[in-house]
T-cell receptor, first 113, second 110 residues
């Protein structure tokens, strides 16, 4: 199993540009989470999907952020327009059905200049 | 607001000693408790989980849970330099996402 796959691994973009982060969860896992990690705030939950349906998006910081999960094998997190304060490592994690043990992808390091 | 609190450290221990990492949580409804290890520049990886009060041992690691005190701990016996990392405590209720603490940095000196 290849694990949770995220792309790109690194992204540098200019303020105001649109950024799309991608995630492929582990096959058979039915829950998917997007987290953001910074030194100041640690790992923050952004949004949680269960069976492709958004369950809790209360962590999405503002309307500039949106997330989709069109099918069980793919999810995107979009930031439009991006701002320097969005710079962080964004992690995707998936969870097998019937458990609560999350498996993380390698993360996307986003830098907005 | 559900919160998970950890001492940020750094916690420094000599090689071979026992490292004790602590975590408290605010939500009494929490049912599952996890310890993740994160090396610098890497993603978190699960090392232990515990659901019931008491101790759970796995090799050099022991997780301890006290739901009445809302307290979780991780003991690492015979600490090795390779254990140097940030340890993240996480909790959740059934059907909800994991809520993480900010982590405790452990440094094991040889």
């Amino acid at each position: 199993d290849a694990g949770v796959i995220q792309s790109p691994r690194h992204e540098v973009t200019e303020m105001g540009q649109e950024v799309t982060l991608r995630c492929k969860p582990i096959s058979g896992h039915n829950s998917l989470f997007w987290y953001r990690q910074t030194m100041m705030r640690g790992l923050e939950l952004l949004i949680y999907f269960n069976n492709n349906v958004p369950i809790d998006d209360s962590g999405m910081p503002e309307d500039r952020f949106s997330a989709k999960m069109p099918n069980a094998s793919f999810s995107t997190l979009k930031i439009q327009p991006s701002e320097p304060r969005d710079s962080a490592v964004y992690f995707c994690a998936s969870v097998p059905e019937g458990t609560t043990e999350a498996f993380f992808g390698q993360g996307t390091r986003l830098t907005v200049v | 607001q559900k919160e998970v609190e950890q001492n940020s450290g750094p916690l420094s221990v000599p090689e071979g000693a026992i490292a004790s990492l602590n975590c408290t949580y605010s939500d009494r409804g929490s049912q599952s408790f996890f310890w993740y290890r994160q090396y610098s520049g890497k993603s978190p990886e699960l090392i232990m989980f515990i659901y019931s009060n008491g101790d759970k041992e796995d090799g050099r690691f022991t997780a301890q849970l006290n739901k009445a005190s809302q307290y979780v701990s991780l003991l690492i016996r015979d600490s090795q330099p390779s254990d140097s990392a940030t340890y993240l405590c996480a909790v959740n209720e059934r059907g909800t996402a994991l809520i993480f603490g900010k982590g405790t940095t452990l440094s094991v000196s040889s």
